[in-house]
């Protein structure tokens, strides 16, 4: 752990939330002094300190350790190329259009690897008029093995369905034009075709 980076970030996120070193020694529980010292390199905060320091400043505690934060680069939008980042304990489904580091429940999650499906039948998609697209699959739906979303993304938008166990798959998404579908479950992964 580099001192004087770890320093770096606090001031900086601390100068960003528009606060004195004694407001912040003060949501921690320590001295003015002690926070000049980390501020200055001289010092790092106590482990005990890095959750507080987290929540104060909306940053993982990996960042206040690497002393940086890593910037993603501006993409042009193509919504067909999100990444997806699903929390094995909650369900909770993260998107993100450039490189992200996601935490969810504890747990630093790694970006879901797009398959091409070679079934057309595992999920059905037809366009019943020229405003909607009818999404249809015969998934068995169990509580061991479910779809846990479908996502429609055209080079400029995502409409996401969440579902749930026990639950059929048989809905109407608006008609948006090309693009693809994309599905998830624990046991097959994140899916997709082209539509």
Same mark, same amino acid.
């Given at each position: 752990?580099?001192?004087?980076?770890?320093?770096?970030?606090?001031?900086?996120?601390?100068?960003?939330?528009?606060?004195?070193?004694?407001?912040?020694?003060?949501?921690?529980?320590?001295?003015?002094?002690?926070?000049?010292?980390?501020?200055?390199?001289?010092?790092?905060?106590?482990?005990?300190?890095l959750?507080?320091? %987290?929540? &104060?400043?909306?940053?993982?505690?990996? =960042? $206040? /350790?690497?002393?940086?934060?890593?910037?993603?680069?501006?993409? #042009?939008?193509?919504?067909?190329?999100?990444?997806?980042?699903?929390?094995?304990?909650?369900?909770?489904?993260?998107?993100?259009?450039?490189?992200?580091?996601?935490?969810?429940?504890?747990?630093?999650?790694?970006?879901?690897?797009?398959?091409?499906?070679?079934d057309?039948?595992?999920?059905?998609?037809?366009r019943?008029?020229?405003?909607?697209?009818?999404?249809?699959?015969?998934?068995?739906?169990?509580?061991?093995?479910?779809? %846990?979303? &479908?996502?429609?993304?055209?080079?400029? =938008? $995502? /409409?996401?369905?969440?579902?749930?166990?026990?639950?059929?798959? #048989?809905?109407?998404?608006?008609?948006?034009?090309?693009?693809?579908?994309?599905?998830?479950?624990?046991?097959?992964?994140?899916?997709?075709?082209?539509?």
């Amino acid at each position: 752990m580099d001192q004087e980076k770890v320093g770096r970030i606090i001031r900086t996120f601390r100068k960003d939330k528009g606060m004195t070193q004694l407001e912040l020694s003060e949501l921690l529980g320590v001295t003015d002094r002690a926070v000049s010292k980390w501020e200055r390199g001289l010092g790092c905060p106590d482990v005990s300190f890095l959750p507080k320091l %987290s929540e &104060i400043f909306s940053i993982d505690i990996r =960042s $206040i /350790l690497e002393g940086e934060m890593e910037e993603n680069a501006m993409r #042009s939008g193509n919504m067909k190329k999100t990444k997806f980042y699903v929390c094995p304990i909650c369900g909770n489904v993260i998107l993100a259009e450039g490189n992200a580091n996601v935490v969810c429940c504890g747990r630093r999650l790694e970006e879901k690897e797009e398959k091409k499906s070679s079934d057309s039948q595992e999920l059905k998609t037809e366009r019943t008029d020229s405003t909607e697209l009818y999404v249809s699959s015969d998934h068995c739906m169990t509580k061991e093995d479910y779809i %846990s979303f &479908i996502c429609y993304a055209t080079s400029d =938008s $995502i /409409l996401l369905r969440k579902l749930y166990p026990e639950w059929g798959i #048989s809905f109407n998404f608006p008609w948006l034009g090309h693009g693809k579908i994309l599905w998830y479950s624990e046991k097959e992964g994140l899916k997709y075709r082209l539509i």
